[in-house]
Every structure is written in structure tokens, then in C-alpha cells.
């Protein structure tokens, strides 16, 4: 990285399309950022995200009543829909913001994100995972999704302080943390390609990640260590695919 | 009105208010705790509290620096945590 890098944040523009005027996220909310992001990588591309299908519960989009709300303990989903060129086909751009809240949220299972690999199978064409601690990495995955041919499906790791038990002040660092310690690696699936966005030759110890929560206060020594096994399993099983798709 | 010897200046019995006008609304995070202040002899202008601020209420000044929307503000401390120089400091501000 050379010392000119730092100011890549000055070329997103400083025009704000996220108006913070109606909406009631929390402070550091993982989600809030997430959707500022969006709407500053859809901006060249004038799409009316107001118009699109939110399920987001704190959405300025949508009435005050807490009845027609979605259920908060579901994931959030924007889904847009993608005009064709001749404007008869269209495809849809779905945005996964997971603050991982669900029930079983802290389950070992459901830390493990497997749903962009279910999509691939699917038939998107483009599947990725991002996380607001890496905007540029997010922003290009959502111009990718939105520019390529077919539907397209990116999930988003949301860090919520209120839910994982942490200080506010740590939203990006939590969120950081959960990537390099390849919890959450920054993948995408390019028609059927694997490729790994976000690569550390050194990770950081599982063991950071989850001290750093309170969501994690009941878990034993021997959880933890097994629950490192499964994150290094699964790393591992995303580096074969990388290798046999990229051979193939 | 006097209760038992205790004196209420201000408020009537169950803190009724009886005369309208006394509310008004405020926007999200008008009263946050702590705002963010810049030391502009440590920053360099690099935007990354600008790009993490989840309520978009960083902007960007005349003069290239950046300052805060006390409206928008929840005070939540990720731009201080963030800035690579530690030119963001949380201060308590009137």
C-alpha cells in the first residue's frame, strides 16, 4: 500500500444520497453503513433504490407502524430489480444485510456463511460476501452485481453493537476482525469462478473475534477450539474451490 | 404550589403541562453525549471518518477539512476510532 491509497476515499465523491433525516438506527449500526455504501455505488447509475423492495426494519421508507414491519430477527433484503437492454428481461440485484440477530445467531453453523455458494448453485451469476469495514471492496462488488448479465446475490456482514455486546466505537473494527480472522472471508463467485478478494497470509487468532463480543460470553475453551477447526475447514475448502475452478 | 414544605418552581402536580408550546421535535441524535472534534494540525484530509460514519453526518468543508451535522450525530465514536493520525478526538460539547 503506498502512501497515496489513504485518500482513495476523496474519488467516491462527497455527494450524500442517504438521507439520515428519517431513519432510527442506533449508534454505530453495521446496517446504517452498509446502506450508506449501496447508495454511494448505485449513484453513477440513477436507479430509484426508494422504489425497490426494503425489508429493512428502521427503513425511512417505510411507515412508522411497528405491525407491518418485518420480523427483526430475520435477515434484512434489498432486492432491485435489473433492466435489460431491450427492457424485457430482468433480473434481480439482492442485497443480504445479516447482522447475524436470528435466534441461533451465535451458533457455530450459522457464523459460517454458506448461502453465497447456495445462490451460485442457484443460478445467479454472480454471488459475492462484503462487509462495511472494506467500502471500496463492497462498493466494486455492487457495481459488479449490478453491471454484469443475470441476477445477482451479495451478502453483507452487519456489525451490531446492540445484539453482539460491544461499544459502539468498535463497529468497523468488529466487522474487520471477523474478515481477517477468515470467519467472514471476502469472497465472489463470477459465473461458477471462486476468487478471494480480501487475502492475509497471517490470519489473526478466532480467539480475538469472539473474546471481543459478549454474545460469546457462555462459550466454553473447548467450543472455541473446535469452532477454530471449523473456520480453518471451511477456509480451506474455499481455497480448493478457488483452485479448481480457476483450473478448470 | 406547595406540597408538605417541598416547593415546585415549575412543575404542576404530576408534571402536567397544562399551557401548550412546550414540546418541540427533535431530529435523530440531537443530544448525543460526545461529538467529534478535528485537530487540523494532525489531519491530513484523507475522507476515511467521512466513509465510516454510518449516519452521513460527516461533510466536508470549504476548506478541505471536515466537520460534523450535530443534528445527524449519534455520537457512536467510530470516526475516532478509525482516523489512522488520531486526529479525531470525542469531546463533550455544550
Redesign the interface.
Known sequence: MDKYSLYAAQFLGFKEHFLPKGHHACQGCGVALAVRHVYKALDRYNVAIENANWQIPWSPHLPLDTTSHPNTTTPSLLTILKKGKDEQISAPLMICFDNETSKNGADTTNLLKRIPAIAAAAGYTYAATACPSHPFDLIEKVRTGWERHGAAYIHILCPCPVAWGFEPQYAVRIGRMAVETRIFPLYEIAGGYYRITCEDEYPRPVKEYIKAQKRFAAWSAKKIESFEQDVKAAYDMLIGQCRTSSSQ | MALGGITFKHEKVGCAMLAGGNAHPY??GTKPELLPVWDKNLC?R???C????????I??LDDGFFGVNQN?C?????C???C?FGAVSMQEVD
Open positions: 431530529a435523530p491530513v484523507c475522507a476515511l467521512y466513509i465510516y460514519c454510518p449516519h452521513a453526518a461533510n466536508r445527524f449519534t455520537g457512536c465514536g467510530i475516532h476510532r478509525e489512522w
